[in-house]
């Protein structure tokens, strides 16, 4: 049963995430992106990890779908109507693929893997939030400021509007001057 | 099924972003590439986690790392791509190479 | 104690949830019910827009009641679901985000600006109820200690949770119009834009969605049973009845509701929602959290 | 009778209808729409969804363009189209088309999925969102068309990105839409870039402005009481409000709104009408949702429609209690200022109507495409009144 689950996602992870790279749409593409990484979060639930596998799922999807929107601001021809190629440097490209997934293969087939240490704990869910709120507190908060700081960085970088366009010069008035309004009433 | 295959469909996906990442142009596109590369990131270490050390929460850790790092990644890459939009109206990394000349 | 329901239970789950947004649609009927309805589009002929892409809109259409159905998997009728995962909660909401991806797929595959507009209003509608929503059922597994539908259904057989998170319950109901874009969270296929992302779907292609639609709402409402009102818990009456009538009752809610209400717009929820509902969601979590330590 | 036809019978017993009305059909329209609402049968959004198309007034091409061909051909099989030209006529001409709809013609010969000569759109909306805007500054190609389609350009948007911008006309077979209306939008996604208000063609008319008329009548020196305007007028509001509340998402009270228009014009008593009339206003005010959604959209700073789409809502209202308390009024209209549903009726300046339509494109930029419906919406312009106007023989004055 899992051998097939692990067999039919791994065929359909590696042939959408070709396929990426191969549709002209561009709406195809990002769904095609979007099935190779449901396909990576189904291998994970394949392998135990039921909540990483599904907070993938989740997340993937999310994003995918905001992905697609600014695919159309700011793609040139999103919809593929017209067949172009936007490609540069392929042949070495495809040089540098094949010899590290050559090299990658034979590494992952000659290296002594280490047996298997252990058995997997009942909940892996509970064990990875024990980690992550004990010994790895330390990823945590990085990975937390990472988040906040990712947040700030982004609407720095997006907007062009800061509370001065908003508010007036001397912050004091009334309404902001929003090109649209918001729905708090400020 | 065993650790070499989850390994090998791993290194593929990665190395089909990794491509995806060289040659394409558009920002979004190599951002894709990235993306999958993340996901063949993200396999590798469940599957190193199963096979080798399924007691300890390390692997599980990496796996919440990448998909960070994705998250942070798309985020970051569209406002990339927002504010030299805005600024040059550019979205291919060629043209962004142009700007420096 | 949350048993697992037997396997035939898979086959019948989509039939009784197909039930169930029948006897909805019956009840919000207001001139053709909905056998007449789903007749009518039968009948009709498919049409395919100008530089479309056919396949996917077929596959955004099959998308949305395949992922209302996922996501009932872990729904318990009483205190069975066809599979009590050990996250239940998160498989929910990643199930319920698929529709993100439907919806919008089937407002760009037929090429349409108006069909466009739904997805894109449905996709900012989207930014605007996750963040309060997830905050909201992340309270109700924190009120429990656990990502399992069953045991959050079983940690309220005393007090329900509705009773003493009602911020959580009320954002929940919010987002649950909001998911399934119905009532006055209905701009992704509203009549302003001639059906929005659906404006361009007929006969079957039509049906599917729009019934996947009702099935994504009959899901969200059904999941508040477990969540917040208590599962099935109650006096008298066995399990599966109690979570019927609850289920019954929140859907007549969110009917009234859709009828007192007019269509609420994107652009002034989404401020609403991340500057007072998302805080409101935090500040709820804190209280939850305080409380289930203190126990 | 076998058993397909019996299905199909079954299943077109109440047909989705598309109504698309012509400038100076308004009497066609409401005909129409009491007698759906009679009937039950549903209306439908857009041709899509609809299975008999019904032209309120003979539709006539805009330029060269044939949108209600364009439109009909956008409606799935089976179908039927008819045109009420007539008001006394709308119920026949409706089973007309119901019988249309379930004979075999209405069904193509092949069924399934062959359906690819149906229109690519909505009739209105010949520029396709084919977004393939190719005409990069740095590839320097001209703008072509795809798939027949024009490309998409670029320009400089509200928040200062250039995107694509698509040409979009609106109308003039939207539901709750103003009869007649063309708007030519430039969208950014669904941000309304630039809005121009297409030049009409307007059929003459041979009869006044449906909802003016009876002014019309007193400014012509014909007799005419008070009560019977300030029925005319409370019907126009209650139209107004009926279209508003449905661009609104609003559909409970827009039907209601509806009902209580048709009951007016149907000589119902002003006791009658109360019951209908009053509690519908009273919760329309008093929704704190619909204020909180509509203020602040479409404000005007001055001129007969000064305010915002919410403080217009709440002019409708104050007009329809007032006209409701007057529908008993005998006295003769010409001893009264001559102020119609939407402004003063005379022969010296230009039509109400005309003052809405101007104020349009400076609302519309910038505004999203729900707000730009409500900001149309809620001036509600009456295009008859331009229409009238241009009437041959000069009688009617309009």
């Known amino acids: 049963m899992s051998t097939a689950a692990f067999w039919a996602l791994a ?129 945590m908060m990085t990975l937390g400021m990472a988040l906040f700081a990712t947040i700030v960085a982004t609407v720095v970088l997006a907007t062009r509007r800061g509370r001065y366009d908003r508010y007036g010069d001397d912050l004091r008035a009334a309404r902001p001057d929003d090109p649209v309004r918001g729905g708090v009433g400020r | ?55 300890a929460a390390d692997g599980q850790v990496l796996i919440v790392v990448a998909i960070t790092a994705m998250a942070v990644e798309m985020a970051i890459g569209f406002a990339v791509v927002t504010a030299l939009f805005r600024s040059r109206e550019v979205d291919t990394t060629d043209m962004a190479a142009e700007l420096r000349e | 104690m949350a048993e697992p329901a037997p396997p035939w239970a898979a086959l019948v789950l989509p039939l009784a949830l197909a039930l169930v947004a029948t006897a909805l649609a019956t009840a919000d009927a ?156 209905d701009q992704p296929v509203g009549r302003d834009t001639a059906g929005g992302a659906a404006a361009e779907l007929s006969g079957v292609d039509r049906l599917v969605f729009l019934g996947g639609r009702r099935l994504l709402l009959v899901v969200a409402a059904a999941f508040s049973v477990p969540l917040f009102l208590g599962g099935g818990h109650g006096p008298l009456l066995p399990g599966w009845a109690w979570t019927l009538i609850k289920t019954a009752a929140v859907l007549g809610l969110l009917l009234w509701v859709r009828r007192r209400v007019p269509t609420v717009r994107t652009e002034r929820y989404m401020e609403l929602s991340w500057v007072v509902l998302t805080p409101l969601a935090v500040a709820q979590a804190l209280v939850v959290a305080v409380v289930v330590l203190k126990k | 009778m076998d058993l397909r036809a019996r299905l199909t019978r079954a299943a077109l017993a109440r047909p989705a209808v ?88 209405a069904h193509p010969a092949e069924r399934h999925e062959t359906a690819t000569a149906a229109a690519p759109d909505h009739g209105p909306h010949d520029s396709q969102g084919s977004h393939g805007g190719m005409d990069h500054a740095h590839h320097g190609r001209p703008p072509g068309t795809v798939a027949g389609l024009p490309l998409a350009e670029r320009a400089e948007d509200r928040d200062g990105l250039r995107l694509d911008r698509l040409h979009v006309p609106l109308g003039p077979a939207l539901p709750d839409w103003p009869a007649g209306l063309v708007l030519r939008l430039e969208l950014q996604g669904d941000v309304v870039r630039r809005a121009e208000v297409d030049p009409m063609p307007t059929p003459a008319a041979s009869r006044p402005a449906f909802w003016s008329e009876p002014w019309l009548k007193a400014l012509a020196g014909e007799p005419g009481t008070s009560g019977e305007a300030a029925r005319r007028r409370c019907a126009a509001h209650l139209d107004s409000l009926g279209r508003f509340l449905g661009v609104a998402g609003w559909s409970d009270a827009a039907t209601r709104a509806r009902r209580a228009r048709d009951r007016t014009l149907g000589d119902a008593h002003g006791e009658e009408l109360r019951p209908l009339v009053h509690p519908l206003v009273r919760r329309v005010r008093k929704s704190r949702t619909l204020r909180w959604l509509t203020a602040g959209v479409g404000e005007l700073p001055g001129g007969p429609v000064a305010g915002d789409a ?18 008993g009024d005998r006295t003769p209209l010409a001893d009264h200022p001559l102020i119609g549903p939407r402004g003063r009726v005379d022969d010296t300046e230009a039509p109400a109507s005309r003052t809405l339509l101007a104020a349009l494109p400076a609302l519309l930029a910038g505004a999203e495409f729900a707000c730009a419906r409500l ?15 241009r009437a041959p023989d000069g009688r009617t004055h309009g």
């Open chain 4, 18 to 105: 598309l109504l698309a009305t012509s400038p100076g059909a308004t009497r066609e329209r409401l005909a129409v729409e009491a007698e759906l609402g009679r009937r039950g049968w549903p209306s439908a959004a857009g041709p899509a969804s609809a299975d008999l198309l019904v032209f309120a007034g003979v539709p006539l091409p805009l330029r060269d363009d044939d949108w209600a061909e364009r439109v009909w051909t956008a409606v799935p099989a089976p179908k039927a189209r008819v045109t009420v030209t007539d008001a006394e006529h709308a119920a026949h001409t409706l089973d007309h088309g119901h019988r249309t709809l379930l004979t075999p013609a």
């Open chain 1, 11 to 139: 065929v359909l992870a590696v042939a959408s995430g070709i396929m990426v790279f191969r549709f002209d749409s561009m709406a195809r593409a990002t769904f095609s992106l979007l099935t190779a990484l449901l396909c990576v979060g189904g291998e994970l639930i394949v392998l135990g990890l039921d909540y990483l596998g599904v907070v993938t799922v989740l997340m993937m999807t999310i994003e995918m779908a905001i992905m697609a929107v600014f695919m159309i601001m700011f793609m040139m021809n999103p919809a593929g109507l017209m067949p172009m190629t936007m490609l540069h440097n392929r042949r070495g490209a495809a040089l540098i693929c094949a010899g590290s997934f050559t090299s990658l293969v034979v590494g992952i087939l000659l290296v002594p893997w280490p047996r298997r240490v252990g058995r997997a704990p009942a909940d892996p869910t509970m064990d990875l939030g024990m980690s992550l709120m004990g010994p790895q507190m330390l990823t």
């Open chain 4, 375 to 389: 900001v149309v919406a809620s001036l509600d312009p009456d295009l008859d009144e331009l229409a009238a106007r």
């Open chain 2, 1 to 55: 099924m065993n650790l070499e295959l989850f390994l090998i469909t791993a290194a593929a996906l990665f190395c089909v972003g990794l491509y995806g990442a060289l040659t394409q142009q558009s920002i979004v596109m190599l951002m894709m590439g990235l993306e999958l590369m993340l996901g063949g990131v993200i396999l590798a270490a469940g599957a190193a986690w199963h096979h080798i050390a399924p007691a």
């Open chain 3, 30 to 185: 207001r001139s053709t019910g909905p056998g007449r309805e789903v007749l009518r589009l039968l009948v009709q002929q498919r049409r395919i827009t100008r530089a479309a892409d056919v396949p996917l809109v077929r596959l955004a259409t099959t998308l949305l009641p395949v992922a209302a159905v996922l996501a009932a998997a872990v729904l318990p009728l009483g205190f069975r679901p066809v599979s009590d995962l050990p996250d239940g909660i998160v498989w929910f909401n990643a199930m319920e985000a698929l529709a993100w991806a439907a919806v919008w797929l089937a407002g760009w595959g037929p090429n349409s600006t108006l069909s466009l507009i739904g997805g894109y209003r449905f996709l900012a509608q989207g930014l605007a109820y996750e963040l309060p929503h997830m905050l909201a059922i992340t309270t109700a597994a924190l009120g429990a200690q656990s990502l399992r539908v069953g045991a959050v259904a079983d940690a309220q057989a005393g007090l329900w949770f509705a009773v003493w998170m009602p911020a959580a319950f009320g954002i929940y109901l919010l987002s649950a119009l909001a998911m399934a874009f119905w009532g006055p969270f």
């Open chain 4, 310 to 327: 919410h403080s217009r809502l709440i002019g409708w209202l104050d007009g329809i209690e007032y006209a409701l308390d007057a529908i």
